[in-house]
Each structure stands twice: as C-alpha cells, then as structure tokens.
C-alpha cells in the first residue's frame, strides 16, 4: 500500500476505509488475523489497481 498510496495516506486509508468484503479496514482485518494476501487482494480490489499490482 505504501507504493500506491504513499506511507502517510496508506496508514490513514488503511485504518479508516471498510473494505466491503471484509466487512472491515484492512488494519482491523490484520490486526484480526487475516492473511496479509487476503487483505492485499480486497486493498487490490477496492483500489482498482491495475492487474502489475497483484
């Protein structure tokens, strides 16, 4: 995240967007245990990033 969102809005986004399939931002979803690529990929998703992201 912090390569496409920059380190400073990447904390931010991470700890204030719900991710919709998650049910949840995706600091909580770590903090809660999901896998790392797992919230990568609903990140992916809801950024709509380019498929050289994946």
Known sequence: MN???GA???RSWAS????SDLERTA???LD???PPKQV???VW???ELPASER
Do not use: C, I, N, P
């Open 3 to 5: 390569h496409v969102l």
């Open 8 to 10: 400073s809005y990447a």
């Open 16 to 19: 204030q967007y719900v991710l």
């Open 27 to 29: 600091q909580e979803a």
């Open 32 to 34: 809660a245990g999901t």
């Open 40 to 42: 990568w990929a609903s």
């Open 45 to 47: 998703r809801a950024l």
